[in-house]
């Protein structure tokens, strides 16, 4: 049934219908609304769990390993700084080959003291071996997190649900909340391949040498090599029972463009606003919006841009001394293609500064009246008197 | 696409207020999207919220700068901020406020709606006497700036969302929405 429901509260109502067995969390703004409910439900009976309260987003992390080793579905949330603070045992997660589900709220990082959207937390960390997927509304939150787990459980990859603070954390919307006898269909019970048994106790996370390490780091690609057709399936089942899918990456009016949107997160929603707005005018603008960030998904990629001979990169995060992440993502997916598609990129809204359609209009006439990509990022919407 | 702002000060249920208007225009039919201007919260700091109805999916997800409506919580904010930044010409402001406001300068070329929320909810217990919770009776208000919805869903709302003294909220908004005064154009 449709209701009007908060973005944090799609992420925990996803969490209950997933049947999840052990949740723990730290709490951070803006990723709290998301515990606090789950913690209700654990304490009320909704769901039958066992909710870990711990000292630190470290030992948040720690407690889902734990309880994903010995077996049971486990869920945690975090932001900005308490995902900083778990990037050791993120390492962890995915070496030990978890399904966990956690889902992360872009907030920017400190200083200065910020607790607005900007993706540089997650993209962080991005070599870590989680897979991440990037939302762009309510609905979508709620149903990659019932995806996440399916995906997780088939690869045996942990998945960060990753969603923008306040204008997706803290948002109202109507979002349609499935019932738990179809939720149970698309989500049997978790089915550890392997897990903590006394009756049958064997080691885990041994020291491992040269002579095997790089086997399994080898298999962990693997594995992230098999996500987005993993993806593909499970999306077709849910589709199936839901009548709703996202894909790996989303394209909008990108069959005849001369210029191509590039985007991730809620930023994507506002962009399909502005290409439509500016379709009516005559322009010949498309998007993509990129949700699978990791594996990223090169070949959806090298379908579709090459249709358009620019495209522009709207990167909401910064690697200092390279530019936009996702900017370079695009390039190294693109330099396999023998087409012309040139690639200009644009870094805008860090730290919950706004993207509106006119960012868009702006980002779109500049690359439409620019003859040739700078090689550095464009940076949109500065302050004059505040350029360092 | 219809844009409402609100106004009000932390701890005011001003996010409240948006939120209960949200879920009545969807009961209606409406698509909604409601969501605050987030600052660090502290009690009686000025604070906005933001509301966009529309028949169709809403899309755009970033703040409101055009608003059509715009409604203040706390006359005292009128010295405090520009309430009025951006609102649309011929675009309603709603003022809690204890009566005609004498100086309607402010308010040129906009439509003008007030309503006494703090006195209603005052007489009602809702909130302390310094500390008034006018937030369900501003929406009562409102409802007859749009006559986009009708009041016993609002009410019916109220019953479902507020905890504390339903039975006063749902007399509250009822009230305002009667002794709302709609001034109209001011020239």
Not at chain 1, 23 to 34: D, E, F, K, L
Not at chain 1, 150 to 155: H, S, Y
Not at chain 2, 115 to 143: D, K, Q, Y
């Amino acid at each position: 049934m449709k209701q009007v429901l908060e973005g944090s509260h799609a992420v925990s109502e996803a969490v209950r219908l997933a049947r999840v067995q052990v949740v723990s969390a730290y709490p951070i703004t803006p990723q709290t609304h998301i515990v606090e409910a789950i913690s209700e439900f654990c304490s009320d009976g909704t769901m039958d769990a066992r909710f870990i309260c711990v000292e630190s987003e470290h030992s948040a992390m720690a407690a889902v390993i734990g309880a994903s080793n010995a077996g049971v579905r486990a869920f945690t949330a975090t932001s900005s700084h308490g995902l900083a603070l778990m990037h050791e045992l993120l390492h962890w997660a995915s070496g030990a080959r978890l399904p966990i589900v956690m889902a992360e709220v872009n907030r920017a990082l400190a200083p200065g003291w910020n607790i607005w959207t900007d993706q540089t937390d997650s993209l962080a960390q991005r070599d870590t071996g989680w897979i991440q997927l990037y939302c762009e509304d309510g609905q979508e939150v709620l149903d990659t997190t019932l995806e996440a787990f399916r995906l997780a459980e088939a690869v045996n990859l942990p998945v960060m649900v990753v969603l923008d603070a306040f204008f997706l954390s803290h948002t109202f919307e109507p979002v349609d909340v499935p019932d738990q006898d179809t939720v149970d269909r698309f989500l049997p019970p978790f089915d550890p391949r392997f897990r903590l048994d006394t009756k049958n106790p064997c080691a885990f996370g041994p020291i491992t040498g040269p002579d095997r390490y790089m086997e399994i780091r080898r298999d962990i690609q693997a594995a992230m090599d098999r996500a987005p057709e993993v993806l593909a399936a499970v999306e077709q089942e849910f589709f199936s029972l839901f009548g709703r899918r996202y894909g790996a990456v989303d394209a909008f009016l990108c069959d005849d463009a001369e210029v191509i949107l590039v985007v991730s997160g809620t930023a994507a929603a506002t962009c399909r606003q502005a290409v439509g707005d500016l379709r009516k005018t005559g322009e010949r603008v498309g998007m993509l919006k990129i949700r699978l960030f990791r594996p990223f998904p090169a070949t959806e990629i090298r379908a579709i841009l090459p249709k358009a001979p620019k495209v522009a990169v709207v990167d909401r995060n910064v690697s200092f001394g390279a530019g936009g992440i996702f900017a370079q993502e695009v390039k190294a997916a693109l330099a396999l293609h023998k087409g012309n598609t040139a690639v200009y990129s644009y870094i805008a809204g860090l730290g919950g500064r706004d993207i509106t359609t006119a960012t868009f209009q702006e980002i779109y006439l500049t690359t439409k009246d620019t003859p040739t990509p700078p090689a550095e990022s464009v940076w949109v919407g500065l302050a004059q008197e505040e350029r360092a | 696409m219809h844009e409402i702002r609100f106004h009000g000060r932390g701890g005011q249920g001003t996010v409240v207020a948006s939120i209960i208007l949200a879920k009545t225009f969807f009961e209606t039919g409406y698509q909604v999207q409601t969501f605050p201007l987030f600052g660090v919260e502290r009690r009686g700091a000025p604070v906005e919220a933001y509301l966009r109805l529309a028949e169709e999916k809403i899309l755009v997800r970033s703040n409101i700068y055009e608003p059509d409506y715009v409604i203040v919580q706390d006359p005292k904010l009128i010295s405090l901020v520009d309430v009025t930044r951006g609102l649309k010409p011929g675009g309603w402001i709603l003022l809690n406020t204890p009566g005609p406001p004498t100086d309607q300068g402010p308010f040129e070329g906009f439509r003008l709606a007030w309503v006494n929320a703090t006195g209603i909810a005052v007489e009602l217990g809702l909130g302390t006497r310094t500390f008034p919770m006018v937030n369900t009776a501003m929406t009562g208000a409102f409802l007859r700036l749009t006559e986009m919805a009708p009041l016993d869903t609002l009410l019916e709302i109220i019953t479902r969302e507020i905890q504390a003294k339903p039975e006063q909220n749902r007399k509250a908004a009822a009230r305002a929405n009667k002794e709302v005064q709609l001034l109209g154009p001011v020239p």
